[in-house]
């Protein structure tokens, strides 16, 4: 049978150059942002939170929210504060906190300990004070030799650097997941964290999130246990929260059972 369509011209006529140029340019500009927005995505995006903790709208980018908290962090007369009529009254107060802590068998002299969003380092001069001596802070502002420049959102650490991590700025987490992430990435098996919070109180303009209750805590926290709970009175701070990370068998033992 003869093929009817031998020595046929192709019936489906040929779009011309430039109409194509146009569909192919615009298919690639599409590809690469999806691509883009693919690989940033993941680093943004905000997991189911509980009702008790909600996050602060009105930041454009991450850029504008460190910009933000540069501004209190390099006030100049906030610094001066910090350094000076503040200093003994702070370094006293956390080395009461502390000293309670090493009484409870959570802190020790041979501990390695971090402090969180330190600023200018009051709370690392009072572990040093009350005798733990490998002691360092991080903030957005490095403050020599008491406070090493990092990012509480990606600290500047190896995995299991400390055996204590103390912060009292959790209400500057844009991303509280990424915030106690990063605490339990470089917390030690058995390593502490503890937390100062305010749960009664939204007074300070730079808070980034607002904690209604201890509950999203223990959420956030999965590869820890809550030690304890307890009322304090730091710096309009009002509630203590303790966790201690868990040890990789213990935790196997758990899924198994």
Not at 110 to 137: F, N, P, T, Y
Not at 165 to 174: G, I, M, P, Q, R
Request: a positive charge.
């Amino acid at each position: 049978m003869q093929n009817v369509h031998a020595g046929m011209k192709n019936p489906i006529p040929k779009l011309p150059l430039l109409l194509l140029k146009p569909f192919f340019l615009s298919l690639f500009l599409s590809l690469a942002v999806l691509f883009f927005l693919a690989l940033q995505t993941p680093r943004h995006r905000n997991p189911k939170l509980s009702p008790g903790l909600r996050i602060r709208p009105g930041y454009s980018s991450y850029d504008s929210y460190l910009q933000h908290q540069l501004n209190k962090t390099l006030n100049p007369k906030l610094r001066k504060i910090w350094t000076s009529r503040d200093w003994d009254r702070k370094v006293l107060v956390f080395s009461q906190f502390f000293r309670g802590l090493k009484e409870r068998k959570l802190l020790f002299n041979d501990s390695k300990a971090l402090c969180i969003g330190a600023r200018v380092g009051q709370e690392v001069e009072a572990l040093r004070r009350v005798g733990v001596g490998d002691s360092v802070g991080i903030d957005l502002v490095p403050y020599p030799p008491l406070v090493l420049k990092g990012d509480f959102h990606s600290q500047p650490f190896d995995d299991e650097t400390f055996d204590f991590e103390f912060s009292n700025v959790f209400d500057h987490a844009l991303y509280p997941w990424k915030f106690v992430r990063e605490i339990e990435r470089t917390l030690r098996e058995g390593g502490i964290c503890v937390l100062h919070v305010a749960l009664s109180r939204r007074a300070d303009k730079y808070s980034a999130n607002d904690l209604y209750s201890v509950a999203p805590l223990v959420e956030l926290f999965r590869k820890s246990d809550l030690v304890g709970v307890r009322n304090v009175d730091g710096f309009g701070l009002d509630t203590e929260v303790v966790f201690r990370k868990k040890e990789k068998e213990k935790e196997k033992e758990k899924k198994k059972t």
